[in-house]
Structures are given as C-alpha cells and as structure tokens.
C-alpha cells in the first residue's frame, strides 16, 4: 500500500510533491514497476495514501490507478487481502496476509506494552498483538470500518504462514509463533509532516522471504548513502 504519495493527504502536501497530479503518480509509478523483471510476480494493494476510501476494507486499484492494469504480471487486490502461492497436488502453498497498517496509529499509541517499547517504531509489537487477537483491528475506533452483515473482513479466520504490512515507514522482521512477520520499508524521507507527527522512517530496507527454508532477511539498500542523497520519490 502506499504506492504513491497522493494528493491532500494532509496540510500543505502540495508543496512537496513533484507530481501533483494522482494520475500522474500512478503513471510514474507504472513506469518504475515496469521495470521489473516480467517473470517476477507482483501483489499490490490500496493504502491510505492511495486513490481508494480510508475505510476498510479498501477495494482493490481501479480508477485513476488504469495504468497499473497496463502491466501483466501485476496483480491488484483488496487491503486487507490473503493470497495463497506456490500450492500444488502435493502442498497447500503459503498463506500471506496483506494489511497495510492503518489501525497500527492506534495500537502503538494506546497498548501500554507496544508504546512502553517503542510504539510506532515497532511494528512487529503491533502486528504480534494483532495476531494474539485475531483481529487486525479489535478495537472499535482504532480504523475506520465499512460495516458488512454477513461477516468482518478484518477478522484473521486463516492463521497466515506469513503477515505482511507497511504504513509505519519502518521496515522489521519478526516470528510468533510460526507467523513470520513482515513490515516493509519506505523509499521516502522524512516529510515536514512526519516530523511534526514524530514518525522516523528506515528507508530504503526490503524484506525477503526465502520459502524453501523459511528463513528471512533485511536488504539495505540506504548502506552509505548521506543525509543529502535520502530517496525521495513523489
């Protein structure tokens, strides 16, 4: 989620975007992903930034995001999503959990024990309360939520092999039990805004996820790059 930076997300955005259209935003962000290689699958979902309702669950891209569409080997999904890979005859494949975060403001501010050790720095402490609940919002008001009679999209009915997020600009790794943890980076600097808000962004960090031994680790990409050369991409 997050895959552009938006337009009127909060005050005075404008002044700092380079691309201040959110068609626009989308079309760079097409050309970038385009880039990679076409035999590389990629699962993408709305964040708060993006050009869908804050509401969760937040459909999947579509307008304004056309094109996104352009690239085949690009899938769009729902946030929260779980996607299922590499199953077959003999193995029931992986299950990932997609979530960009938007709740985890709540959570890193408000559970004594998140907030004691870190708050919104520890996005493993959240994502492993989540987990404990069940739930990837438990508390009323902790997201905004778009009421369903039949049942709640936010509610973890399938354990995950693995839980993927982002939104809080801080990339970690983490396991509990079984659940390996993941919380993206950003390839953003610290924006007035964040500053204000006390956010303190690790760019430039990638999780990876090897299946075939389960092992997890953190590439860098921000190694020996000064204070003046931080990514900023609008």
């Known amino acids: 989620g997050d895959v552009v ?20 935003q989308y079309d760079r962000c ?40 352009t690239l085949n080997n690009l899938t769009l999904v729902s946030n929260p999503s779980v996607i299922n890979v590499l199953s077959g005859d003999n193995f029931e494949g992986f299950n990932i959990l997609l979530y960009h975060g938007y709740s985890y403001d709540y959570y890193a501010a408000n559970i004594d024990t998140i ?47 693995i839980f993927a997020s ?17 919380v993206s980076s950003c390839w953003q600097h610290k924006t007035d805004f964040q500053e204000r808000m006390g956010h303190h962004p690790d760019y430039c960090k990638v999780p990876l996820f090897n299946f075939g031994n389960g092992k997890s680790m953190m590439l860098d990409f921000s190694e020996g790059m000064n204070k003046d050369e931080q990514p900023r991409i609008n």
Do not use: W
């Open 166 to 182: 982002g939104h809080i600009h801080k990339g970690s790794i983490a396991k509990y039990k079984g659940v390996t943890t993941f």
């Open 30 to 69: 097409t050309e970038l992903l385009g880039q990679i290689r076409k035999d590389i699958k990629i699962v993408l979902c709305p964040g708060n930034h993006d050009a869908k309702r804050i509401a969760e669950p937040q459909p999947a891209l579509d307008k304004y995001a056309e094109s996104l569409k």
């Open 115 to 161: 907030l004691q050790n870190g708050g919104y720095d520890r996005g493993d402490l959240i994502m492993k309360f989540l987990l404990k609940k069940r739930h990837l919002s438990p508390v009323h008001t902790a997201t905004l939520f778009v009421p369903n009679g039949n049942e709640d999209n936010l509610v973890m009915d399938i354990v995950p092999d």
């Open 5 to 24: 930076d938006g337009v009127g997300i909060y005050p005075n955005q404008d002044e700092e975007l380079d691309i201040k259209s959110i068609r626009g």
